[in-house]
C-alpha cells in the first residue's frame, strides 16, 4: 500500500513558476514509476509527466515539454514537479499516482492516487 499526497499547487499569474511535490508512504518507494495527471473543469483527467524506475527516464506530454521538470529523490519519498511558463491553460487539479509498471503514460497502470492539488494560472 502506498498513500500519495501532493502539495505546492496555488494560484500564480501567467508566466510563473510553481513547483508540486507528491510524498509517498512506505519503503519501496524507488520501485514505483511516479507520474502527474491533470483534470481541468469538465475535461477528462489527462498525463502530464512520469519518471521511470529503476532507471529515472522522464517522459512528458507536448504542451509541458520545455515548461515542466519531473524529478524524484528515493531518499526522501518524494517527487518534485517543477513547472515554469505556467500558462491559463495549465489550470486543473494535478494528481501524483505510483505504477508498479514501466508503462509511463497510462492512467490504467497506475495503482495508487493522490488526492490532487490545485493550480490557477490566472491571464
Known amino acids: 500500500q502506498v498513500q500519495l499526497v501532493e502539495s505546492g499547487g496555488g494560484l500564480v499569474q501567467a508566466g510563473g513558476s510553481l513547483r508540486l511535490s507528491c510524498a509517498a508512504s512506505?519503503?519501496?518507494?524507488?520501485?514505483?514509476?511516479m507520474g502527474w495527471f491533470r483534470q481541468a473543469p469538465g475535461k477528462e483527467r489527462e498525463f502530464v509527466a512520469a519518471?521511470?524506475?529503476?532507471?529515472?527516464?522522464?517522459y512528458y506530454t507536448d504542451s509541458v515539454k520545455g515548461r515542466f521538470t519531473l524529478s524524484r529523490d528515493n531518499a526522501k519519498n518524494t517527487v518534485y514537479l517543477q513547472m515554469n511558463s505556467l500558462k491559463p491553460e495549465d489550470t486543473a487539479i494535478y494528481y501524483c499516482a505510483a505504477s508498479s509498471g514501466y508503462i509511463a503514460q497510462a492512467m490504467g497502470a497506475y495503482d495508487y492516487w493522490g488526492q490532487g492539488t490545485q493550480v490557477t494560472v490566472s491571464s
Open positions: 519518471i521511470t524506475r529503476p532507471i529515472s527516464s522522464t
Open positions: 512506505g519503503r519501496t518507494f524507488s520501485r514505483y514509476t
